[in-house]
């Protein structure tokens, strides 16, 4: 029975449902912005909206009043998770803006290899065939949704995959550096710090722009839904899951992204590309799969 719970632990992929559909929510309001707007600015008010919820959690749950005696163990993942987010926060606006929420999910999706590749190189995490059977169409998934004969398409493809790359070193991080600390707290200081990264960059650019109300109410609630409520799940979903299946879940978070798309804003990809999206998500299924028991295996060497 124990073995059984460690070889599948529900509770961690259920903060991984939660996960999937509160990110497919900040797709959509992010794609509501005005996508005229300064991208450095929108993630300002993005991680302003979280960092005003945050504080209201801050007050409203006990746990989070008493990590302020334990701050000094958050300094490190606190510098290091607010300069990632604040760069990959940008790149995946921007991917948004200029191919859409869903290929930008698809692509997003990448994340996965890159922290199958993280886990691998600096983890100790071994690759078995199966694995590799899931890189491989992984990769060919990807190529079929980047494919891009338009300049400004491919200049969005790439920072789509920039982004995933940002964001799988963040999920690294969490792992590495945060996993006995309160994940909640994390997702708080974390946009806190991205805050103070760039309003500095914002100064030091001369390139604030103050939106207009819609605008700001779609930042704010994004930031609410993405930066917050998702990132605190998937931050409590790697520390009960290893690095690489804790993101490899995530094509759920691409279906409802598909949907609220169409529904909302009637915008589909072409045949082709949603075949290239299902040849991701069947990639990552296989690393799911064939991840197996490994990983139970090598926390105990």
Not at 252 to 262: A, K, P, R
Request: proline share 3%; aromatic share 16%.
């Amino acid at each position: 029975m124990e073995r059984n719970k460690t070889a599948f632990p529900l509770k961690g992929y259920l903060f991984l449902v939660i996960t999937a559909f509160f990110t497919a929510l900040s797709y959509i309001f992010g794609n509501a912005v005005d996508n005229d707007s300064d991208p450095e600015t929108t993630v300002f008010f993005w991680f302003l909206g979280a960092f005003f919820l945050s504080i209201f959690v801050f007050i409203l749950v006990p746990s989070q009043r008493s990590e302020i005696r334990n701050v000094g163990k958050y300094v490190s993942i606190f510098f290091y998770s607010s300069l990632v987010t604040s760069i990959g926060a940008a790149l995946w606006i921007v991917s948004i803006w200029t191919i859409g929420p869903p290929l930008a999910s698809f692509l997003m999706k990448s994340q996965t290899l890159f922290s199958l590749l993280l886990g691998f190189i600096f983890l100790g995490e071994r690759l078995n065939r199966g694995e590799m059977v899931g890189i491989i169409v992984t990769i060919i998934g990807t190529v079929i949704v980047s494919y891009q004969r338009e300049g400004y398409l491919l200049f969005g493809t790439l920072m789509a995959l920039l982004a995933a790359f940002f964001y799988s070193i963040l999920s690294f991080l969490v792992k590495k550096i945060a996993q006995e600390l309160n994940m909640l707290t994390v997702a708080n200081l974390r946009a806190f710090g991205v805050l103070i990264v760039v309003i500095i960059y914002l100064i030091i650019t001369n390139t604030f722009e103050m939106p207009d109300f819609k605008d700001f109410a779609f930042m704010t609630l994004g930031g609410i839904s993405g930066a917050l409520i998702a990132k605190a799940s998937q931050f409590q979903s790697i520390k009960l899951l290893d690095v690489s299946r804790s993101t490899a879940v995530m094509p759920l978070e691409s279906l409802f992204v598909v949907l609220f798309s169409y529904f909302i804003f009637e915008d589909l990809p072409s045949v082709i590309k949603i075949i290239g999206g299902c040849l991701i998500i069947i990639g990552v299924v296989f690393m799911i799969i064939f991840r197996g028991e490994k990983a139970d295996i090598l926390e105990h060497k």
